[in-house]
Structures are given as structure tokens and as C-alpha cells.
């Protein structure tokens, strides 16, 4: 399971493609969750298009790996990924958020093909994670579950009971990524509610636990790969250190990228934003 330097390459070139599309997305739209949604797409470009590859075929199956974004609010990068998985085109992307669309701001699995459960009340999703790893495990499935929590997500108190249970239960098959971009809606999360190092936290609660630099393509992998061959019996925890708004500097550098409505000079900035990763990605056909 060793990734060569061609697959890394093309896996940087998917994640290009997720924040590319994002930002269409959300500059379509006018407003969003910019910088929550493109601190977890080097992630999801490794999940869905190395460790998980997913179809709409393979999505059908029961037995599977299955994927929930538990800090519902990154879901345009989530919509991204699967519009370039093929669940679907262009103009369904674009319907984000508006009247009647089946594409709301948050995964809505009766909604949008490709979601394994509605989330965005904070908290829940990794609570359902859990329960879809020991169903797994009661079938003897070879298959995992993945999740992703938001680092303010984890100030809820509902996350550490799901975390608790799933180390009582000793789900191997669990793997949650933490994603620590040290920013939640209004504020740092160190001065709004200090959550200390998570990846001591999550070792006391019983996780098999490491850190890893959330834009580091082959990081991402190589963690994933350590973690499942593990002969440990723990659930797994991988926190990416990430920045909120990752791979635009315009954004990165922002006080307040939770959630933007653009100025003009925002949309100005954001369309040549648009511009360049397009660019990017033509430099690399």
C-alpha cells in the first residue's frame, strides 16, 4: 500500500479540483461556509479517491465503507468531490442552497445521492459514525467507517460519549479525523472554549492516535494506511493540522472565514482565486 510519487501527484491534482469547485459553488451561490469546507479537501481527495474510492455503484451496496461528515457546515467540498465522483453534474452542484434544491448548505441523505446521514446539528454525526462501525462489526463486515469532526464540533458533550462508547467497543474499524484548523464560528477554539492537544485526549479516551499535516497529501495516506495496519484493537483517531480557508492564502489570512458573505472586493479577490487554481489545473493536463 505504498503510494507512488504519479498517484500522489494526481491525488493533489483531485484536491485542486475539490477547492476549485468549492469556491465555483459557493461564489454561485454569494455566501457559504468558505473556510471550514477547504480545510478538510486534501482529506476527502485521499478518502474518495485512494482509500474509499466511491461510485453511485458502489454507494448502492450495503456492505461498504461508509463516510459521514459530522461538522456538516464543510459540506460544499463534500457536494464537490462527489460531483467529480460522477453522483452528479454541474447544474445540481450549483443548486446549493436555494429554493427547493436537494443540495441544502448541510448533508441531507434523503436529499443528495452520496450521503450516508444528515448532519449539522453538531455532534450527532459521530455518533451515528459509531453506530455504523459496531453495526459494521456485528455483521463481520470487512469494511470501515470514517468520520469527520470538527475541532469546535468536539466542544459538544455528545461527541465524547460516542467517543467513549466506540473505545469501550474496541471499533477497530472507526477511524475519526479531527479537523483542527484552531478557528469555530466566532473565535479561536483555544480561547472560546481551550480543547487541549486531541491527540492526548483522544489516546485517554482509548483511541490509537496520531497527528498529521492536513494539506499533506501523502501524510494523509500514509496515517491511514499506519493506523489500518495496525494489530491494535482501538478505534483510530488521525487530527489534521489544518487552517481554516487551506490553500487560499486570501482566505487563510482572514480574522473571520467561518462562514463569508463577500464583499465586492471579496468577490473580486475570490473570481482570480477561481482563476488561478483553473490555471493550475490546466498546467498539469
Known amino acids: ?30 455566501f457559504g461556509h468558505y473556510g471550514g469546507s477547504l480545510s478538510i479537501v486534501e482529506v476527502l481527495a485521499v478518502l474518495y479517491g485512494e482509500i474509499m474510492p466511491m461510485t453511485p455503484e458502489i454507494f448502492a451496496a450495503r456492505d461498504r465503507d461508509y463516510f459521514i461528515l459530522s461538522k456538516g457546515h464543510g459540506g460544499p467540498a463534500l ?60 455483521r463481520k463486515s470487512p469494511f470501515y467507517t470514517y468520520a469527520i469532526v470538527g475541532d469546535g464540533e468536539l466542544n459538544e458533550g ?11 467497543q474496541q471499533l477497530s474499524n472507526l477511524i475519526v479525523f479531527v479537523d483542527d484548523n484552531k478557528k469555530q464560528l466566532d473565535g479561536f477554539t483555544k480561547d472560546i472554549c481551550n480543547p487541549g492537544d486531541f491527540v492526548e485526549k483522544f489516546s485517554a479516551f482509548g483511541f490509537e492516535s496520531i497527528r498529521v499535516k492536513g ?44 462562514h463569508l458573505r463577500p464583499t465586492v472586493e471579496e468577490k473580486q479577490m475570490l473570481t482570480s482565486v477561481v482563476e488561478r487554481l483553473s490555471q493550475e489545473l490546466e498546467e498539469t493536463e
Open 1 to 30: 500500500m505504498i503510494l507512488s510519487k504519479n498517484r500522489e501527484d494526481e491525488l493533489r491534482k483531485f484536491a485542486t479540483n475539490i477547492r476549485l469547485n468549492t469556491l465555483r459553488t459557493l461564489n454561485h451561490l454569494g
Open 79 to 138: 457536494y464537490s468531490t462527489l460531483y467529480l465522483n460522477g453522483f452528479f453534474d454541474k447544474e445540481f452542484l450549483y443548486s446549493l442552497n436555494k429554493n427547493g434544491t436537494k443540495l441544502p448548505s448541510h448533508p441531507d441523505r434523503n436529499l443528495t445521492p452520496g450521503i450516508d446521514m444528515t448532519t449539522g446539528s453538531l455532534g450527532q454525526g459521530i455518533s451515528v459514525a459509531t453506530g455504523l462501525a459496531y453495526g459494521q462489526r456485528i
Open 158 to 168: 455528545q461527541c465524547w460519549e460516542a467517543i467513549q462508547f466506540a473505545s469501550h
Open 215 to 258: 494539506s499533506d497529501i501523502r501524510e494523509i495516506y500514509e496515517g491511514i494506511v499506519q493506523l489500518k495496519q495496525s494489530n491494535n484493537s482501538s478505534p483510530k483517531c488521525i487530527v489534521l493540522d489544518t487552517i481554516k480557508g487551506q490553500g487560499v492564502q486570501e482566505l487563510e489570512e482572514m480574522k473571520s472565514n467561518h
